[in-house]
Nanobody, 127 residues
Framework: QVQLVESGGGLVQAGGSLRLSCAAS????????MGWFRQAPGKERAFVAA????????YYADSVKGRFTISRDNAKNTVYLQMNSLKPEDTAGYYC????????????????????WGQGTQVTVSS
C-alpha cells in the first residue's frame, strides 16, 4: 500500500517562501514520476510541477516557472517543492502524486495519470 504524506504548508506573506515535502512509503520508485498539483476553492486541480525518478527531468506550469523548484531525494523516497516569491494567487491546497509507470509524452501533467495521491497541505499567501 503506497502512502504519500505531504508537509510544509502554512501561512506566509506575499514574497515569502515555503518548502513542501512529500514522503512516499510502501514502495520504492525507480521509474515513473512524482508531481505536485494544487487546488483552490471552486477550481479544478491543476498541475504545478513534476520530476521523474529516473533521470530527474523536471516539468513546471508556466505560472510557477522561475519561482518554484522541484527536487527529489531517491534515498529517502521524498520529493520537495521549494516555493519562492509567493503570490496570493498561489493560495491553494497542494497535493503530491506518484506513479511508477514510464513517463510518455505529456502525461506527467495530467491528474488522471497518477495512481497515488497524498491528502494535501494548505498554502495560504497573504497580501
Amino acid at each position: 500500500q503506497v502512502q504519500l504524506v505531504e508537509s510544509g504548508g502554512g501561512l506566509v506573506q506575499a514574497g515569502g517562501s515555503l518548502r513542501l515535502s512529500c514522503a512516499a512509503s510502501g514502495r520504492t520508485f525507480s521509474t515513473g514520476a512524482m508531481g505536485w498539483f494544487r487546488q483552490a476553492p471552486g477550481k479544478e486541480r491543476a498541475f504545478v510541477a513534476a520530476i521523474t525518478w529516473s533521470g530527474g527531468s523536471t516539468y513546471y506550469a508556466d505560472s510557477v516557472k522561475g519561482r518554484f523548484t522541484i527536487s527529489r531525494d531517491n534515498a529517502k523516497n521524498t520529493v520537495y517543492l521549494q516555493m519562492n516569491s509567493l503570490k496570493p494567487e498561489d493560495t491553494a491546497g497542494y497535493y503530491c502524486a506518484a506513479d511508477g509507470e514510464v513517463v510518455r509524452g505529456a502525461v506527467i501533467r495530467w491528474t488522471g495519470w497518477y495512481d497515488y495521491w497524498g491528502q494535501g497541505t494548505q498554502v495560504t499567501v497573504s497580501s
